[in-house]
């Protein structure tokens, strides 16, 4: 039973250029969760995710950031014009249904030269 | 909004001492409670969670308080060993959503 996915591992942009993180959930999960995580610092909710809606968006900048979980394929957290403080380690979550436990993926780790 | 903070930001022991980490929240409606473990360069691991209506939890060495009148909450773990070193995050969440908010984070050093 494979459990959240992510890819890529790591991704390096120059400013300017636009980054795509993808985040499959758990076989049975339908809520996917994205965080930002910077060195020495805790998760910072981003967006709430179910298929094909936003539930939560209120963590996610106002510019340059979007998110999307189409019906098919893995769920997307795109930043355009990369900066250099977009660089940090972006993880995804899932959850089933209404059950509050949330699994991790490995976390796509940004950095922005 | 929610504010959960959380102490000690480090915590260093002797292999078979207990770790206590302790984790207090703003918001009267939080209801679950998860805690994390997050080893260097790797993912946030659930390792144990408690919903508001349980005062306590326990799941072999690790163990879960909570107090919803002084809405604080702690961790404890017991004959720590070098494996249990790593970050450990608490979080406090609402039904609903369940979007938790993040204490900051303890690193926990367990010398053997």
């Known amino acids: 039973n494979a459990g959240v996915m992510q890819n890529p591992r790591h991704l390096v942009r120059r400013r300017g250029q636009e980054a795509r993180l993808r985040c499959s959930p758990m076989k049975g999960h339908s809520h996917v969760y994205w965080y930002r995580q910077l060195p020495e610092e805790g998760l910072k909710f981003m967006v709430y995710l179910q298929k094909e809606n936003i539930i939560d968006e209120s963590g996610m900048p106002k510019e340059r950031f979007s998110a999307e979980f189409p019906k098919e394929g893995p769920s997307i957290l795109r930043i355009q014009q990369v900066v250099r403080g977009d660089s940090a380690a972006y993880f995804c979550?899932?959850?089933?249904?209404?059950?509050?436990?949330?699994?991790f993926g490995p976390g796509t780790r940004l950095t922005v030269t | 909004g929610e504010n959960v903070e959380q102490h000690p930001s480090t915590l260093s022991v002797q292999e078979g001492d207990s770790a206590v980490i302790k984790c207090t929240y703003s918001?009267?409606?939080?209801?679950?409670f998860p805690w994390y473990k997050q080893e260097l360069g790797k993912r946030p691991q659930l390792i144990i969670d408690?919903?508001?209506?349980?005062g306590e939890k326990k799941d072999q060495r690790i163990a879960v308080t909570l107090n919803k009148t002084a809405k604080h909450f702690s961790l404890h773990i017991t004959e720590t060993q070098p494996e249990d070193s790593a970050v450990y995050f608490c979080?406090?969440?609402?039904?609903?959503?369940?979007?938790?908010?993040f204490g900051r984070g303890t690193s926990l050093i367990v010398h053997p």
């Open positions: 408690i919903r508001s209506n349980v």
């Open positions: 979550a899932s959850s089933q249904g209404q059950r509050p436990e949330q699994y």
């Open positions: 979080a406090a969440a609402s039904g609903g959503s369940y979007i938790p908010t």
């Open positions: 918001d009267s409606a939080s209801n679950y």
